[in-house]
């Protein structure tokens, strides 16, 4: 029982960094209309930032985060302004490669800048404690402090895509780009914001979860493919259906890897994705009739 | 009657002139490169005594078998796998297993790695072909994962991180009887290979099939009308494509006398990736190009493999977001163009 | 040799066919007409495997073809054409007739890879028939260009001959003469009339009337997803609802 409940709390914890870097990722997908083969990096690179602030200047810890998330966010907005932009209308598979390249120069930067040795940061002693539950597991103030950040994260983000005016432009792009360049509506502006959005939520995750991962130039990747992996599972360029394909995955890779071995602890993320698919083929809460089969009448 | 109108000239009279790609370029000259191709490729070893530059034309050539599998499936029925690695691994892999535990000869070895990649790709293919487009390359992406963690943890059968060895290097007594040094034979059983599957490569996509396979990328709903099943079609070149990754990397772990996880590791899919489309997808000379382009020139100018990534991170996002045709594309643009004003001088 | 027996579907609360039924008879030439959306297109979707009805049955040479892929459907020797020129712009005016007759000969796997003598048979008759048609629509200059630079007359008239390539038993036609320039229509028409006299079996979706009225034996009238009238082209002429159809749509 011990066991399970720890595991179940690695779950929660590990789902909660899914849902804000996969959360993004939908958003991104959704709103801006690209496949961002580069979003893990943007992680990658808050985790540098959020390095650089708080162990190299020695930045108080809730300053350092603060600055981390908007700097990713200014970063990220540059980056699509500079580059991505010119992406929005193109294929697939297209966005898939040129983003991909976009991942290999951020990787290779960074390796340039910080050598490709694994960094790692230790959090204020004070988060370090362990505090007991009933169930006998084991639970730091950092686990605790991960789950409410993302919590408050996520419903903040719920609360500018319903009640901000540029989120409802966001949501109203996402649903019919067209419409929406009629109807007068700054799409490129609303594009971009959504873009930095989503960056940022990328520097919260890495704040977040830099104390329990070490951070170095190739992790972007398997950031990136896991966080396609929920987003797919919960249906392409749903934010709602991301949360709950994060929680999905989070739990099943936990307990995987905790019950049966922690060697395949991504192939489990994988196959449940497939599995999923395999009776729905557009994820969770995709559309149905939309994007599904190969190419339709 | 809710068409879009499209008002055409009524009838093209067939041009009188020749274009300008054809002046520079004629049908005859034309039909003479592949064999001058071929002609260069083998006199490169009585020009070229390195060890080191023969090694990177080497690499070339198995670049070349594998970026032609790969834009089987991915260039010429559109369905982008992620997967091509874990197929290569796969007949390296059989390979080596086979030799450690049963020393069968190459042949068989070579004959088990295809089967081996062929029944794999049947095995990915029938669930990630329910799929399509991004949902199938994240779920060929995820099989390629599985294959890399099985390489990694199955040490028993694999002998994990610590890779296996004692593959023995290609030779051919044939070929050591004019006196070629190892690495000039290792140079023509690749060249050998690279021709024999280009030919098929060639004359598979010219063939009824390719013609279909054209025709389910084009367009679907229009194929299965002309009764096409596009499943099986999408179906046939990826698992081809599989057989021929699986051949080529039974003969490179002997080239490289081990084999290891990273293998199938998916910066090969990357490499190969840059290498179709920078090259033009369902092409064939571009592909073969761009395949010795993007191995030989950053190895040739000693590149350190760090700004390398970087040059391919760079030509990869400049490269298809300028260039939505690939080189090939864009040379045939510029073609196109060349010509145009040629006959519009003339005319 | 087609039989259409209570058919109906509907897209989300729109009823776009209700009970529709009717039968086209070997050799016959059956023309659709109906307002703009009426379902035309909608059934030939239905008939031609790209839709599932939602009741009904369509029965081709006595199988029953409602739950099959669109494939197996045209492997029966069932052909269309699309209402927006479907054809494969990149391959040449050739090869796009071709590919139609891709499938129409059961050949082994091996045979599928190598020229064997069967294949290489099967290649020479199909390249002749192709040629032949070619001729008959006038696109032998043609042959070697690919199908996207055409004009858009000719391009109907290429993908008709694609539809007829596989010698089918039946041909659906989806408006071949909307947007074509007054020629291409006469084309069309004396091509569909020789077909026609050599026994193809054809079912038409046209709102050219005089084409109509000058070519079919017998003329179905679809109205909102109804069948409101069927008969020769005389009878639906002089049929009272059929006008209110058209003059209240
Ligand atoms: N895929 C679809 N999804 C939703 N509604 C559809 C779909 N296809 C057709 N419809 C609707 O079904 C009805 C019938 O359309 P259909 O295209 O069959 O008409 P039609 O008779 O071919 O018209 P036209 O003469 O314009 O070609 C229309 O109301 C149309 O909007
Ligand atoms: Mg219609």
Known sequence: MTFFASEIVNGLVLASFFALVAGGLALIFGVVGIVNFAHGDFVMIAGYFFYELYVHLQLPYLIAILLTVLGTAVFGGSIYWLALRHLVERAWYAQLLATLGLSILFENIAQQIWSPNALSVATPSTLQVAIHIGVGANVTVQDVYVFIGTAVC?????????????????????QNREACVVSGINVKLVALLAFALSTALCGLAACLVLPMQDVFPTVGLSFTTQAFVVVILGGMGSVRGAVVAAVIVGLVEALAAGYISSGYTDAFGYAIMILILLVRPTGLFGDRVQRSGWSSL | MTDHVHHGPPNHPPSRFRSLSEVLAPPAARSMLPLFVLVVAVLVPFGVKDAFTLGILTDSLIYVVLALSYDLSVGRVGALSLAHPAFFGT?????????????????????????????????????AFRLSHLT??????????????????????TNGPLCMAGLSPLSSGWLSSFGFDQNVQQYYIFLVIAVAVAVFFWVLVRSRIGRAYVAVREDEPMAMAAGINPTRYRMSAFVIGAGLAGLIGAFYAHYLSVVCPTKLDISYTVNLLVILFLGGTGGFWGIIAAAFVFTAIPEALQVAPNIRLIVYGAALLVGVTALPEGFEGATRTVRRRLARYARGNRA | MLEIHGVSKSFAGVHALESIEFTV??????????????????????????????????????????????FEIAQLGLSRTFQSVRLFAKLSALENLLVSMQQHQDDSILGRFFHTPAIRRHEATATARALELLERVKLTAHQAKPAGELSYGQRKLLSIAAALMPHPKLVLLDEPTSAVNPVAILAIRDLLREIHAEGQTILLVEHNMEFVMELSERVVVLDAGRKIAEGSPRQVREDKRVMEAYLGS
């Open chain 2, 91 to 127: 007949g390296a892999y059989a390979a080596a297993i086979i030799v450690q535990r049963y020393g069968l000869p190459l042949g068989l070895q070579v004959l088990i790695a295809i089967s081996a990649s062929i029944v794999l790709a049947v095995v990915i293919g029938i669930p």
């Open chain 3, 25 to 70: 008879s070997e050799g016959q030439l059956v023309s659709m007409i109906g307002p703009n959306g009426s379902g035309k297109t909608t059934l030939f979707n239905c008939i031609s495997g790209f839709l599932r009805p939602d009741a009904g049955k369509i029965v081709f040479q006595g199988k029953q073809i409602g739950a099959r892929a669109p």
């Open chain 1, 154 to 174: 996520l419903i903040c983000l719920w609360l500018i895509i319903t009640k901000w005016r540029w989120g409802k432009a966001m949501r109203a792009v996402a």
């Open chain 2, 136 to 157: 199938f390359g994240m779920a060929t992406l995820g099989f390629a994962l599985i294959a890399e963690l099985i390489a990694q943890n199955e040490i028993g059968l």
